[in-house]
């Protein structure tokens, strides 16, 4: 029997994460035979996937109901149904996070998109979900913005665990792990320990071509043969080749002589992750944003239909995030020559994922105010006996 293919990526180097969270997938064990049998080993989440689950099930209704009673409003609630779900899959991720000492076995819940643009309201998101969930195992997801930076470098240097989200640009990839480091110094600085501090910074992928894709389709529209031919080449590059350069500035970050003296003292590589990996456009294959961008150190957090596909035909080389740096490069300079600026892009990309979250926690709010509604109507209906209706 052919080996699993998620499995052929952890022995190249590669961890795969789970991006989805509900509570009957946990209790149910869906997390646990994907940890068993696929070699899953951790789990991201965010205000979107929240919003479905919540939303979309009655997992939830008890403990909505119990919240409420106590006076808890809906972003409250939301706190305390997350924090416990998130526990819930720690404990679950735990073992892996044993066996590897560390290495893996996390599970990310992010800070209030509200708070993309407020450094202290994002220590103070981080520093709730820390002390309440307490579990060593969790990574608090802050977003790339340049107000999130310092409170990324902040959380760091008090030894907290820190997925950063929403990068796009190479630029701001290293001011990332400028924040890392500095962090790290910091508690070096303070006598703290740093052996057991984990980042990674949470590279998008799929969003790029989706953009990109769009802006040479536009520009195509009214350009002659010849060069309509030049856009066409550029489609379905740009996502990886940004991914494939990001790679190129981690080696040689991590390799320099500041972060080995960090490492003598056990200071961990910031692994980039592989994010928004699932494949938006029909054309190309369902794993393109898997089997292009396999490398040592780093991590790919798929969605349940990624994790599907990749498993059952998943073709896997090892080492292929550093093949073709070359022409990654000149993939982006073409880009530039006819017009797209990949800053542009990465900017309009950031401006919208920050707002995409932040749109996903309101509708999450109104989600929840709407299903307490709902119970509390039905809680005022009579039952009638034998009727086979409860007060579930």
């Not at 307490?134 to 907290?160: D, F, H, Y």
């Amino acid at each position: 029997m052919a080996e699993n293919p998620l499995k052929q990526l952890n022995a190249c180097g590669q961890s795969v994460w789970n991006d989805f969270i509900q509570r009957s997938f946990v209790k149910g064990g869906g997390l646990s035979k994907l940890v068993e049998e696929d070699g899953i080993s951790g789990v991201t989440s965010n205000p979107t996937i929240f919003q479905k689950a919540i939303g979309s099930s009655s997992d939830y209704d008890e403990e909505l109901r119990t919240y409420a009673s106590q006076g808890d409003d809906a972003e409250g609630i939301f706190k305390k149904l997350a924090s416990n779900d998130i526990g819930m899959g720690a404990d679950i991720l735990r073992p892996t996070y044993d066996r590897t000492s560390g290495q893996d076995g996390y599970i990310s819940i992010e800070v209030s998109p509200d708070a993309a643009h407020d450094t202290q309201t994002t220590l103070e998101d981080a520093h709730f979900y820390w002390e309440t969930i307490r579990r060593p195992n969790i990574m608090i997801k802050v977003p790339a913005t340049p107000e999130g930076l310092p409170a990324i470098e902040q959380l760091i240097s008090e030894g907290i665990n820190v997925n950063i989200t929403l990068i796009f640009a190479v630029e701001v990839y290293q001011e990332v792990m400028e924040a890392y480091i500095r962090g790290l110094e910091r508690r070096v600085e303070a006598g703290g320990s740093i052996d057991r501090i984990a980042s990674v910074a949470s590279f998008f992928v799929s969003r790029v071509d989706t953009l990109v894709d769009q802006l040479l389709a536009d520009k195509a529209k009214n350009a002659d043969e010849v060069t309509q031919e030049q856009l066409k080449r550029l489609d379905g590059k740009a996502a990886i080749a940004n991914a494939r350069i990001a790679y190129e500035l981690f080696e040689q970050v991590f390799g320099s002589d500041r972060f080995k003296a960090l490492a003598a003292r056990g200071a961990r590589v910031q692994r980039p992750l592989w994010a928004s990996t699932s494949t938006k456009n029909p054309n190309y294959p369902d794993t393109y944003y898997v089997t292009n961008l396999v490398g040592r150190d780093t991590v790919n957090t798929m969605p349940p239909e990624t994790i599907a596909a990749v498993r059952d035909h998943g073709r896997i080389e090892c080492d292929t995030v550093v093949q073709g740096v070359d022409q990654a490069h000149a993939d982006i300079e073409a880009l530039g020559t006819v017009g797209i600026s990949m800053r542009e892009v990465t900017d309009q990309l950031t401006r919208e994922g920050v707002q995409k979250f932040a749109d996903s926690l309101h509708g999450l709010s109104d989600t929840i105010d709407q299903k307490l509604a709902a119970l509390k109507q039905e809680d005022r209906q009579p039952t009638t006996a034998g009727s086979g209706q409860g007060g579930e």
